[in-house]
């Protein structure tokens, strides 16, 4: 019989004290609810592969059928808190106005705030999700997105430039559920633009 390869995964570590607006008890806390995605996908990975070794790797088979579904919703708060965490800092510079980013924004949507604007808008959908600025990788053309939970509404094969965090442990011991608009605002002064920036594909066409 083949080895199966089972990956596991190590928490990162961020320095993101004295951020703007979302005070160090919030990072802290969602560390923490960060580290949980990760050590759930391990064990999740880590059941699979015990199904997969037994053979019982069937739609049929109401648990591993469960696992599956489950692995996409820890697998994709590991990944998207990443994307989250990395594009943030506590040193950052003011919105771009030249460069790769910035170009490639007002090439999408004719500007800088109007691409801004329409990004806060998805953000304050209700509900709980994450705001992506998505670059579809064959045009280089970016599109903002609302995805549910962590997986329903990822867009296949499309590179993540710009994530924000809108479920309430993001901003709720800094402000109250009704005022989410405030925390966007923070989060856009924290923004990385030069890792946003880094993320930009070369167009396939």
Do not use: C
């Not at 995605?37 to 059928?65: C, M, R, S, W």
């Not at 997986?151 to 809108?166: Q, R, S, T």
């Amino acid at each position: 019989m083949a080895t199966l390869v089972t990956e596991s995964y190590t928490p990162k570590k961020w320095d993101l004290a004295g951020l703007t607006g979302i005070s160090d008890n919030t990072l802290q806390v969602h560390f923490g609810l960060y580290e949980g995605y990760v050590k759930n996908t391990n064990l999740l990975n880590e059941q699979l592969q015990e199904k997969i070794k037994a053979g019982q790797t069937t739609g049929a088979d109401p648990h591993f059928a469960e696992l599956t579904r489950r692995l996409g919703f820890e697998y994709n708060g590991m990944v998207l808190h990443e994307y989250y965490f990395d594009n943030m800092t506590a040193k950052a510079a003011g919105a771009p106005t030249s460069g790769k980013l910035h170009d490639a924004l007002a090439a999408s949507f004719g500007d800088f705030e109007t691409w801004k604007k329409d990004f806060a808008g998805v953000g304050g959908m209700r509900g709980v999700g994450w705001a992506i600025a998505f670059q579809d990788p064959k045009s280089g053309r970016i599109s903002n997105h609302w995805i549910t939970l962590h997986e329903d509404g990822n867009v296949a094969g499309y590179k993540p430039i710009l994530v924000m965090d809108v479920w309430e442990h993001a901003f709720l011991l800094d402000y109250k559920p009704a005022e989410r608009s405030k925390y966007i605002e923070s989060f856009f002064a924290n923004v990385s633009w030069q890792t946003a920036e880094s993320r930009l594909l070369t167009p396939a066409r």
